[in-house]
């Protein structure tokens, strides 16, 4: 289980939305209207926002032409008409002004590729004055079978809001599963010290892992950069491994998160001997459901109708397992490990742009993957076949905009938010919950503070995002949030060498003895140093 958290977490730190300039063709022959999907470009047609003030055009089918010529026509041929002709040859523009020179209200270009922005040169904008759209070849075959005696088309784009509440969601989800898994390993924290167990610097319990060299760290991340280039340039083989290991690492996890939940809430462990062998039936059922999930999730995963639900509740346990099982030794770990991150959810988001073919960032693209849409800024592709599936990577809280699914647009749209972004900051608030057990803080002083800056740290990341309307490396904001919180409350506190060392004791006051003896007594850093006192 273990190895498995490692692998996919270079994959999980993207925070954006998935978004375009996109339409609805209305298609209509005064009894039957059909809706279908359109690409433009705002900066060059002026198409209505509202659907009862668009206007009604007749359409004229020439997708047997690409109209690059315009002497195969008539002038006039089509005049008050929609359009709508084959992609290719010519470009956007060239295929516009012919149309407009020969009297057509609207263009409509048919694509059996991708459809993207229409765009040109700056010089060839103010030439066009007719609407130009992009419209998916197949939907225009499914139009001329519904309408065979002819049709009237509209076309309108309802404006997208500024803000759409699937962020909320998204935030609340981020800051919960943050606040259970910080409290979930504090409270494992404080059953050790009730059972006189001590951590070291391996394995505390079994299944417990503490990170307490700066070198394994610096090195941890330096894998995450080759294995996020890996998936760059082999998106396409290596997307299924991640699957398979994120199907069974999530299985594990909820399986870990449903089990200690049935504990704590006082359920009962019915077991069964066979030939002299003990089976627990709880176990068994619960292996059976999470197992199940996973495999409903593998089968179902790229369903984005509803699939999203299932991989949110198994991303959820994963993160809430991950908190728990990976421990961080000391604040001068958290420090180095958060700060390398930071720079590497930096360098991925808005330096490799320059870096790219496409100008897109690494660590989106990877995120959305290769038929997964593009945004940024005034640019879109939409998958040409919308019933084909595309492996999207499986490391990501996905939330869908509720304004795409009220105005049923080109794709579903999501909300994301990597696993990275809520694990990362999370195992420092979980060290504060850890700290505040150690120091007998009954109040949780460390563990709430942070947690609060994690959430303040969220709210900044979202708000930038949307006025920017670009993805944003979230660590960039959670980092110094989190980090700046904690090391100022320790100053405050007069605490900040113990925070900073890590001790593994539990102090009360200056007459109490720490729980080890003296020959055991250690830094939970696990680097050897023996002390019979507090620093």
Known sequence: MTRYLFIVLPLMLCCCQVDGQEAILQVSNGSTVREYCLVFNSSWSNISQDPSAA??????????????????????SLQGRAVVVMRGVCSFSQKAQIAQSLGASVLLIAST??????????????????????????????????????????????????FDASVIILLLIAVFTVALGGFWSGAAERVKQTAGSSANDGLADGSEITLYSPLKVLLF??????MLVLMYFFYTWMVYGIIVIFCLASATALFNCLDSLMTAMGFGTLSLSCSGKTVCVRSLLLAAV????????????????????????????FCLNFLKTITLSNFKICVILLSLLLVYDVFFVFITPFLTPNGESIMVQ??????????????????????????????????????????????????????????????????CHRFDVWMGNSRRIYFISCALAYCVGLVVTFAVMLVSKMGQPALLYLV?????????????????????????????DESRKPLLSDGDVEYAGGEGTQQKGIC
Request: net charge neutral; hydrophobic share 45%.
């Open 55 to 76: 206007k009604p055009y007749p359409l004229m089918n020439l997708t047997s032409s690409l109209l690059c010529d315009a002497g195969v026509h008539s002038s006039g």
């Open 113 to 162: 590729d991708n459809l993207v922005t229409p765009s040109a040169n700056d010089s060839e904008y103010s030439k066009v004055k007719i609407p130009l759209a992009l419209v998916r070849y197949r939907d225009v075959l499914d139009a001329l079978q519904v309408f065979p005696q002819g049709m009237e088309v509209k076309l309108y784009a309802p404006p997208a809001p500024q």
């Open 221 to 226: 991340v330096a894998m995450m950069c080759v």
């Open 290 to 317: 999470c197992i199940t999930l996973a495999v409903v999730w593998g089968v179902y995963r790229n369903d984005d109708r509803w699939i999203w639900i299932l991989q949110d509740l198994l991303g959820v346990a």
């Open 366 to 431: 990877v995120a959305l993957g290769p038929g997964g849409g593009r945004s940024g800024g005034k640019t879109v592709e939409i998958p040409a076949d919308p019933s084909s599936s595309y492996e999207k990577l499986p490391v990501v809280m996905r939330i869908p905009q509720f304004f795409a699914l009220a105005h049923n647009l080109c794709m579903t749209q999501f909300s994301i938010l990597g696993y990275g972004d809520i694990i990362i900051p999370g195992l420092l608030v979980a060290y």
């Open 480 to 508: 110094p949030c989190t980090l700046l919180t904690s090391s100022i409350l320790a100053c405050v506190r007069k605490e900040f060498q113990q925070f900073w060392a890590g001790t593994i004791y539990q102090v009360l």
